[in-house]
Nanobody, 128 residues
Framework: QVNLLESGGGLVQAGGSLSLSCAAS????????MGWFRQAPGRERTFVAT????????YYADSVKGRFTISRDNAKNTVFLRMSNLKPEDTAVYYC?????????????????????WGQGTQVTVSS
């Protein structure tokens, strides 16, 4: 079992930057694939980015590629999402997700169904 706690959300102007953090409990953090998802009001939760347990593999949704960076610090049980050049359409609740992984297959972790553990979410609002 792993518990996740996101932080770092807030209000930012379009073109600005924001960094999110997700702190995980447990002693086997490096065994978990981590993902970030987002959900805008009235919409489904959608994939943003994922990172393998050792941090060596990352993958992004086309809508954020080149603007967002996912990273992790396994010594601190934390995964990060650095967001830059933010747009109003990035406004959403951002969720951190974790899944215990033996073999990292990207296609498994670009869907919310690939994760059993979720944080409570943090609001990101981008004003125009």
């Amino acid at each position: 079992q792993v518990n996740l706690l996101e932080s770092g959300g807030g209000l930012v102007q379009a073109g600005g930057s924001l960094s999110l953090s997700c702190a995980a409990s447990g002693r086997t953090f490096s065994s978990y694939t981590m993902g970030w998802f987002r959900q805008a009001p009235g919409r489904e939760r959608t994939f943003v980015a994922t990172i393998s347990g050792d941090g060596g593999n990352t993958y992004y949704a086309d809508s954020v590629k080149g603007r967002f960076t996912i990273s992790r610090d396994n010594a601190k049980n934390t995964v990060f999402l650095r967001m830059s050049n933010l747009k109003p359409e990035d406004t959403a609740v951002y969720y951190c997700a974790a899944e215990l992984t033996s073999t990292y297959v990207i296609s498994m972790y670009t869907s919310a169904n690939g994760y059993h553990h979720w944080g409570q979410g943090t609001q990101v609002t981008v004003s125009s």
